[in-house]
């Protein structure tokens, strides 16, 4: 009977990785030393490292250590994976938590301030329509000159005119009041000649 | 060596859900149940639920983050993320799919972003080495803890230090296969990568790990 030969380390890894083997690998392993010998080193580096690598993350993760985590997961899934509120407004709200349902007072005091606002819209409005003698009867008797004329002659009024009045204003009685003031301020060409 | 098959445990459909021919894993029963009472609106009785589910993946889940980022306080924070993202989206968990596996790849990729930002950190945080030097290591987890006490043993060292010379990929699917214990179906569908794919990098990385450790 001619010997099998010996198996490829594919076949070996795969049988080692729970693949059950062929009838004919199963009787080659039985019969033959030097593949089951293989087989085991293998099956045994592979338990190996398996095993450290596990062994090593069990001894850093206690049970200590997982009994926290295990809070704090459950803790963050309090306080992060919550859905946000949502206020249904104004379906929502009850009529009886209102400010003005509850208290029948407050809407008197509303509806006042409402009226108030809409007479003194249309008040203003119809102000601005009414000539402004009829609507500003108290300036003409203080005998002041009225804004809407100044205005005007703020608005036609030259340069020259102006500094002509001024100087005017200040020539005159009412301005002897600041001569002594001039009289301290240093002119122009005095700061210059120092 | 236990296997996937061995954790498929047969379990009563929840209510709420749709009704499934192929029986379903218990993480997949419970996170099924979960869902169904939050669409319900019943967020309590949920919380009680996921309460368990934690209680049954927690233990699976930190030796892949622990594998992933080799640092305690990294892989902790990599759980408790993958959990409450868990449950904020439990509504899109289709009953369809193995639960482990939606949480598995919700896990690696929260690992994967770590890693990520942990790199940039050591980057631009850490003093740079010199020009010539290579990159700096990843940070591992402090030691002289008892919990480091398995290392001291030569062996365990040599292994963990024959892991971390896989490459990424070699490494992360050796880690789903063999210490998570996923079939290479689930870990194909954990990492979005056809069946032979994972078989090619999970021979490769069994293959260099014999060449290392067998020296």
Known sequence: MMRQPHLSDDRLIDVCLDRAPAALERQHLETCDVCEGRRASLARLLADVSEVARDEADA??????????HARILQRVDREARPGRIISFPAGHRRGHTLLGARPGMRWIAG???????IGLLAGRFAHVLPAGVARPASQAGGSVAPATLRAVSMTMSEEEFLG?????????????LRPLDDLTPLVWEVSAR | ???????????????????QAAPLSKDSALAAEI??????GTRDAARERFADLVALLQRR??????QYLRDVHDADEAVQDAFVKVFTHIASYREELPFEVWFTRILVNGCLDLRKARSRRVRWVLPATGAGETAPREPVAPEAGPED??????????????????????????????????????VSQTLGLSEATVRVHLFRAIRKLRGLLER
């Open chain 1, 60 to 69: 850093v993760f206690t049970p200590e250590r997982l009994s926290k985590q």
């Open chain 2, 149 to 186: 006490q398995l290392l001291a043993s030569e062996r365990g060292c040599q292994i963990a230090a024959a892991v971390q010379q896989l490459p990424e990929r070699q490494r992360a699917v050796f880690t789903l296969c063999q210490i998570a214990g996923q079939s290479m179906n689930e």
């Open chain 2, 35 to 40: 869902k169904a009472l939050v669409v319900a």
């Open chain 2, 1 to 19: 060596m236990s296997r996937t098959t061995s954790r498929r445990a047969t379990s009563p459909t929840a209510a709420g859900s749709p009704a």
């Open chain 1, 112 to 118: 006042a301030a409402a009226a108030g606002l809409v």
């Open chain 2, 61 to 66: 889940a930190t030796r892949i983050a622990y």
């Open chain 1, 165 to 177: 009045r001024l100087e005017v204003a200040i020539e005159g009685t009412s301005g002897s009041a």
